[in-house]
């Protein structure tokens, strides 16, 4: 008997060795071309299916996934918060050794001015090395990443500490109560995690190299507001003081002429730190001397996305008054695109937007319906984020990663402020297509699509898989 049980310890430790092998082989396997193809292919029909909010119809993109599972043998559910708006969760059950991993992308995409367009935005052309189509980039390029990524997982059989989550979700794009609001509302133990990873971010490029990894550990928050102007209606061959189209323009000219102080945090403190260190010597000036006012002049001027990292930045969007060009309105309106920092406190930004404007016939109102939660920032001194930096180092070893303040909102707010460590990742970019996000001729480039592939399931690997 003692033979015997020894026989089968060794044949155990024997079997367990070869099995631990034969896991790590395939968690550390490089994604093959087909994958690359396949993400692509995933892009390629995301893309041509119109969910443009509104109204959305993002249920027809997650019957899309959830076929695509089906065939896989991956259970999934499709929750939808409202008529063919659709939020489609699968997952990867791990040993419960960690809390979830969960890989978040948006299904819908923003309007477009067809007749802008070079090309059919929902035909998914390529051309040049690049596909083109709205959703491209914001967000579908995340959605066909995430769904390879869970899929090699589940092809390879990798052995997982923790839960890996698939959300693809509707309403990002200005209507998130029918997407991660009804989520986190209605289904959060659908989606409950310890780490999310979501667009944002970028794999960013110079002359076709990648030389840093954005990862957004914080964003800044949408605060719309509207001047409100109000005087005599009147016929305009008799000039009126109190015309409030000309009290709305000095009050817009103020704002423009003023901007907020400059105020960093942990986050675009790093970020501007790492960035001088492979910048220019121009640049990396810039970087280092933010507080002087020249400084401040030239990042406005040439470097706009940095520039709203440093303060609250308010942007008029849209102007309203008068129906006739012979009267005097009674009433006109202007409305602030107010992307605040994270610990703004925008009472007391709306106090000061009153003294800066100095007129009494002008109303501010707040608008909240727009409003995401301002949540704690993401560390970047955890896992995860360490998770991100080796898998930059080991594909991308001449970059470096970089922690970033998003100008933008995406929803992974509504995440950080249930405790959740967001991360903001993407595909990789120059700064010429990333102007191109809700612009015209929205593109990605094919190659790109499997380096972020590549990026993606790297990390995902190294901070999911088991290490026994």
Not at 321 to 327: A, L
Not at 414 to 435: C, E, F, H, M
């Amino acid at each position: 008997m003692t033979r015997i049980f020894v026989g089968v310890i060794v044949s155990a430790l024997i079997f367990g060795s070869a099995a631990s092998a034969q896991q790590s082989s395939a968690a550390s396997s490089a994604i093959t071309d087909a994958s690359r193809a396949e993400a692509v292919q995933f892009l390629t029909d995301l893309v041509k299916i119109d969910t443009s909010n509104p109204p959305g119809n993002e249920v027809k993109a997650a019957n899309y996934i959830k076929a695509v599972l089906d065939k896989e043998g991956v259970a999934s559910e499709i929750f939808e918060s409202a008529p063919g708006r659709g939020n489609i969760v699968a997952r990867l059950k791990g040993n419960g050794a960690k809390r979830p991993l969960l890989l978040m992308g948006h299904l819908d995409v923003v309007g477009v001015e067809r007749d802008k367009w070079t090309v059919d935005p929902f035909a998914a052309v390529i051309k040049d090395g690049y596909l083109y189509g709205r959703g491209s980039r914001d967000d579908k390029a995340m959605d066909a990443a995430n769904l390879e990524v869970f899929l090699e997982l589940h092809r390879r059989k990798i052995a997982l500490d923790r839960d890996v989550i698939l959300l693809a979700e509707a309403g990002e794009e200005g209507t998130t109560r029918y997407g991660i609001d009804f989520m986190v509302a209605q289904h959060w133990d659908k989606i409950e995690c310890q780490y999310v990873l979501n667009e944002g971010g970028a794999l960013h490029e110079t002359n076709g190299r990648v030389d840093y990894a954005s990862v957004g550990t914080t964003e800044k928050v949408p605060r719309e507001m509207t001047l409100i102007a109000r005087g005599s209606s009147g016929h305009a061959s008799m000039p009126r003081l109190d015309n409030p189209i000309a009290h709305l323009g000095a009050a817009v000219g103020k704002l423009l002429a003023w901007q907020p102080p400059m105020r960093l945090n942990e986050t675009t403190r790093e970020y501007f730190s790492r960035l001088a260190k492979i910048s220019s010597a121009e640049d990396a000036y810039l970087y280092t001397h933010l507080q002087e006012p020249s400084v401040q002049q030239k990042l406005a001027a040439g470097k706009i996305s940095q520039n709203s990292m440093l303060r609250t930045s308010i942007v008029p969007t849209i102007i309203k008054g008068g129906f006739r060009v012979n009267v005097i309105p009674a009433d006109a309106e202007a409305t602030l695109d107010v992307r605040a920092l994270p610990d703004e406190n925008v009472d007391e930004l709306v106090a000061t937007l009153r003294k800066v404007i100095s007129d009494p016939e002008i109303e501010i109102v707040r608008n909240k319906s727009n409003d995401r939660p301002a949540g704690a920032p993401s560390s970047i001194h955890n896992e995860m984020f360490e998770a991100l930096e080796r898998a930059q180092a080991k594909l991308f070893p001449s970059a470096v990663t970089l922690p970033m303040m998003g100008t933008g909102a995406t929803d992974s707010a509504q995440l950080r402020a249930k405790g959740v460590q967001a991360y903001a990742i993407g595909p990789p970019t120059g700064d010429s297509d990333a102007l191109r996000v809700h612009g015209n001729d929205e593109r990605v480039r094919l190659d790109g699509v499997g380096k972020f592939v590549e990026y993606l399931y790297t990390a995902a690997i190294d901070v999911a898989a088991s290490k026994k």
